[in-house]
Every structure is written in structure tokens, then in C-alpha cells.
């Protein structure tokens, strides 16, 4: 086993890949019992659930949907314009009702064809929740227990031999070991681009990951490692449990059950479905080529299906409203639920923290993100991306409030769409109480021209992936030079950064007048806007 000290490594490596969240404040959303509006033609009572009466916000019954459709046909076309996103879907649960369901461009541009509600995408690793209530279902059943050991059940051999990895730890991504990359296989091979990694089959898969005894860097529940493979490993074990492939357990007793008929893992069913996605992949100018679904059909090889587990669920937003109202309601949904309550309460506990964002405490639990304060109130979530297709689920459970969203490209911000919706059903408006924009909107009053005096020496200053950098190019030669601004405060309160080279901090500082009008401090010079 590699020496511990790796653990600092993969800690700073881990850190750079949190994602940034936003702020808390503790508001309860506005009773907007009776103001659903119609938009999609799923709108209106979806199941025989009564509405909860939640203490009202300062706006009057009707403000908040009336701002929030306002919100959504200003913000969501103009997301995809800056994302280059053909086509995007989008729905909105809230007390057991669809409030909101619509189609905005594209799914298949080079036909014409609109994006609806209903249109079929790849939901990526939201599967992953799907996954969970499998495995919960077998636990109720008496078949596994969740402090099993994974090689109890499958030949996964990668442990330490007094400390094996347990089934929780595959559902909590906390075994230990550092991702494989098994999705990077699996979605390159079908996007076109083989790794020739033997990838075909269970014995493949895994004499590929009981190769990396070596990589285990920390206790099983220690460190929290994202593990498409530790998924696959799951729909493995729910495959061999229940004697059916992978694919048919997931869509005979979690997807079918809930009445998503179209919902699937055949590939197949998917291209023959009127309503679905041509996929596009994102090239390195921002444009979108077609492409195609990366996952292979299951049913041409169904022992091997549980490669689909990590992310290979097609759907639509109108019936992913259903699991989302389950996943709310934990599980009161029909004769027969899907899951006890308890099962459903635990996989939306936190059981392993990751990094404090802006919410503070966030972390994982059984195939779901956990943010227990925001705005006041725990939010679950999760995001899928096959590369072509990306997805986003989100809800708060106390508020019975939920979104679901899809696109057939990637590079939509999906969590501040969210979280922006939630903020306007609370009776607020996003720019003033989620940190992101906050701070994208005061990174973007920085940005611009500034030249010294008599306009002498010029530099940019522009955001790129995150973070605004000083661009300038050299009169003489036109080489362009891009440095990156280091804040010196995250949230961007204050306007100081530094420049660092080689560990020396360089100060940059902007200074803005009352007339508001910046200025721009770097070594000897003072630059000042001109645009």
C-alpha cells in the first residue's frame, strides 16, 4: 500500500475539485398553494399528495411564480447562449404538483426539432441515486447488509486486510482509493476514442480494478474519493443478488413502478423514442459537433450491464418529476413503495463531509449530495454528465420543493439555476442572497480595458474558468501573456489579489471611486479604465 502520505496530496487534488456553492440565511418559502401556472402539458396535480401550508415570506401569494416564469425566460435562453447548449429541459416540483414544465431550443438542431418536456436525455450519474434505492431494496429484503464486505458478494479484492471495504463505503464513494477512471474508458470507447483497455466484460472489469491494491491511500470511511467503479461494483452486486441483469432490476422495480414508461438503460429504446436528444460534444472553441450516446446497449451484453450504473439512465424531465415528488416524500408514492421511509431518510443523510463551502458543511450520502444549510434548509442534489448529455437534480425536502434539468451539450450552469429557483419560491432575488452571483457580478465589474497615463502600456483585465486574469500583448512582438488575479479574499469583498510566481506575491489591487469609475494598481503603475 502507497505510504499515507499521499493522503496530502490527494487531499489538495480532492480540494481543487469541490464545487464552489453559495451562501445561508434562513427563510421559508411562500405558500403558493393554488398558483401553480400551466407552461408544459405535464403541469398541474401530479399525485394525490395535499399540499403543505409552509409560513409565508414577505412576497404575497402569486409574486414569487409570476418572478420565477419571468426569471426563467430571461435567464435560461441567455445561460445557453453564453454555454453554446442546443437544447435544455426543465421541471419544477412543489407540493406533489408540477409548477413548472418547459422545453427551451433544440434537440436535434439539424432537424429542427424543438426540445419539449418530455424529450429523452442522459441523465449521467443522477443513476447514481437509482443505484442506491437497489441496493436499499435488497438490504430490506434481507439480502445484503450495507457493513457487508464488497468481496462477500463479488470478486472485488482491493482492501486492506484489517479494515475491508463495506457496501456503505461504495455508496458514500469513501473506499479509500482514489478514482480509477473507469468512466474515462468506458465514455471515450463509445465517443470514439479507445484507451485499449480491455473493457468488455466482468473479468475485465475487474482485473482492472483489483489492479490498484496499491492506490488504496487512506482507510475505508476516511476520505471521500467520487468512484464511478465503486458504482459499477454496486450494480454488480444488485445483478448477482436478484439473479436479473443489472439494467432489468433497475427498470423492473425502481424505474416501472414509479410509472416513467419511457424512462430506460436501452440504448436502443432511446434512438427509437420520437422525442429524444441528438447528443453533442463540446470542442475546445465552445462550438457543439453531434455526437452519440457514449454507454453501449445493455441487452447485447447483459452480464455486463452494471457498466451502465455509474450514469446510463435516458429520461425526460416530465417523468423524472415523479421520482423527484419519491425522492421528497420519501417514498409515499402508491400502493407499494419503493423504499421504507428509513431507507429513503438515509440515503438523504450526510454520512461522509466533504470540503466546507459556502453553505459551510456539505458532504455525500447514499448516491446524493447533502448541503444541510441552505438558506436555512437542508438541500439534496446531484449532477450527471456523460459528456454529450448533463442533468441536474435538486430539492429541498421540508419545503417539498425540487428542479430537474437536461441538456444536450455540457456547460450549463445547472446548480445556480437551481439554487436560484429555490431563492425565488422563497420570495428572494438570486443576485442577493447566492454567493456565486455575487461574486461573478463583482468579478464582472472589475473586467475591462485600463491604460496608464497618456494611454502608454494597456491590459486586459477578463474572467476565464473562474478567475479574472490580466491579459496583455507586447506592441513589438504581439505575444500575448494571460496571468491569473489571486484574491485575497474568496468572496470578493475586498478588491485585493496578488500575482504568484514562483511563491512571491506580487499585490494587484483595483480601487473604485465613488463615481464608480476603477482603477487599476500593479508594480509601478497606475492603469485606469477605459471602456
Same mark, same amino acid.
Given at each position: 500500500?502507497?505510504? !499515507? ?51 409565508? +415570506?414577505? %412576497?404575497? %401569494?402569486?409574486? &414569487? ?9 430571461? &435567464? ?21 404538483? $408540477? ?92 465517443? #470514439? ?7 468488455? &466484460? ?14 488504496? $491511500? ?28 443489472? *439494467? ?16 430506460? @438503460?436501452? $440504448? ?35 452480464? !455486463? ?25 420519501? #417514498? ?5 413503495? @419503493? ?32 448541503? /444541510? ?7 439534496? &442534489? ?5 459528456? $454529450? ?5 435538486? !430539492? ?19 446548480? =445556480? ?18 454567493? +456565486? ?14 491604460? =496608464? ?21 507586447? /506592441? ?10 489571486? %484574491?485575497?479574499?474568496? =468572496? ?11 511563491? +512571491? ?22 492603469? *485606469?479604465?477605459?471602456?
Amino acid at each position: 500500500m502507497r505510504r !499515507f502520505a499521499c493522503v496530502l496530496l490527494a487531499a489538495s487534488l480532492l480540494s481543487s475539485c469541490v464545487r464552489v456553492a453559495e451562501a445561508r440565511e434562513d427563510i421559508l418559502v411562500a405558500d403558493l398553494e393554488g398558483d401553480a401556472y400551466s407552461v408544459g402539458k405535464t403541469t398541474g396535480q401530479a399525485f394525490g399528495h395535499g399540499p403543505v401550508r409552509a409560513r409565508r +415570506s414577505h %412576497p404575497t %401569494p402569486g409574486t &414569487s411564480t409570476k418572478r420565477l416564469k419571468q426569471w426563467l425566460d430571461e &435567464s435560461i435562453p441567455q445561460y445557453m447562449r453564453e454555454s453554446k447548449t442546443p437544447g435544455f429541459s426543465l421541471a419544477i416540483v412543489q407540493n406533489g404538483n $408540477v409548477i413548472y414544465s418547459e422545453g427551451f431550443g433544440l434537440r436535434d438542431p439539424q432537424r429542427n426539432l424543438p426540445a419539449t418536456p418530455h424529450t429523452l436525455y442522459g441523465i449521467g450519474s443522477i443513476t447514481k441515486s437509482f443505484v442506491a434505492i437497489g441496493i436499499m431494496q435488497l438490504v430490506e429484503e434481507g439480502k445484503i447488509e450495507l457493513d457487508d464486505p464488497v468481496s462477500q458478494h463479488v470478486p472485488f479484492t482491493v482492501s486492506l486486510d484489517d479494515d475491508p471495504i463495506r457496501i456503505r463505503h461504495l455508496l458514500t464513494h469513501s473506499l479509500g482509493l482514489p478514482s480509477l477512471a473507469t468512466s474515462s474508458i468506458a465514455i471515450n470507447r463509445g465517443l #470514439g476514442l479507445d484507451t485499449g483497455i480491455p473493457f468488455g &466484460s466482468a473479468d475485465d472489469f475487474y482485473r482492472f480494478v483489483n489492479g490498484a491494491q496499491d492506490e488504496i $491511500v487512506a482507510h475505508p470511511g476516511e476520505r471521500f474519493f467520487y468512484h464511478n467503479a465503486g458504482w459499477r461494483i454496486l450494480g454488480h452486486i444488485i445483478q448477482v443478488k436478484s439473479g436479473m441483469p443489472f *439494467h432489468r432490476y433497475i427498470k423492473e422495480r425502481v424505474i416501472n413502478p414509479l410509472g416513467m414508461e419511457r424512462t430506460t @438503460l436501452n $440504448v436502443e429504446d432511446f434512438a427509437r423514442d420520437e422525442d429524444h436528444i441528438v447528443p453533442h460534444l463540446k470542442k475546445a472553441d465552445g462550438t457543439n459537433e453531434s455526437s452519440r450516446f457514449p454507454y453501449p446497449n445493455p441487452e447485447d451484453n447483459p452480464e !455486463f450491464s452494471f457498466i451502465s450504473a455509474a450514469g446510463g439512465i435516458l429520461s425526460s424531465v416530465d417523468e423524472m418529476t415523479r421520482y423527484l415528488i419519491v425522492q421528497i416524500e420519501k #417514498g409515499a408514492f402508491g400502493a407499494e413503495p @419503493l423504499l421504507s421511509k428509513r431507507s429513503f431518510e438515509q440515503m438523504q443523510t450526510l454520512h461522509i463531509k466533504r470540503h466546507d463551502n459556502y453553505y459551510g458543511e456539505n458532504g455525500y450520502g447514499y448516491g446524493l449530495d447533502i448541503t /444541510p444549510n441552505f438558506l436555512g434548509h437542508k438541500m439534496v &442534489s446531484h449532477g450527471g454528465s456523460v459528456v $454529450v448529455s448533463t442533468a441536474y437534480m435538486a !430539492f429541498i425536502p421540508d419545503l417539498r420543493v425540487g428542479v430537474i434539468m437536461m441538456g444536450n451539450s455540457s456547460g450549463m450552469p445547472y446548480s =445556480t439555476i437551481a439554487e436560484s429557483i429555490f431563492a425565488l419560491l422563497m420570495g428572494h432575488e438570486p443576485s442577493e442572497v447566492l454567493p +456565486s452571483l455575487k461574486i461573478k457580478e463583482r468579478m464582472k465589474s472589475l473586467t475591462g480595458t485600463y491604460k =496608464t497615463y497618456r494611454e502608454l502600456e494597456t491590459v486586459d483585465v477578463l474572467i476565464k474558468s473562474g478567475m479574472l486574469y490580466l491579459k496583455q500583448e507586447s /506592441p513589438l512582438t504581439s505575444a500575448v501573456s494571460m496571468t491569473p488575479l489571486v %484574491p485575497e479574499d474568496p =468572496t470578493l469583498e475586498s478588491t485585493d489579489f496578488y500575482i504568484l510566481r514562483y511563491g +512571491s506575491k506580487t499585490p494587484v489591487e483595483f480601487k473604485i471611486g465613488d463615481d464608480g469609475k476603477s482603477d487599476l494598481y500593479w508594480g509601478r503603475y497606475c492603469y *485606469h479604465r477605459v471602456d
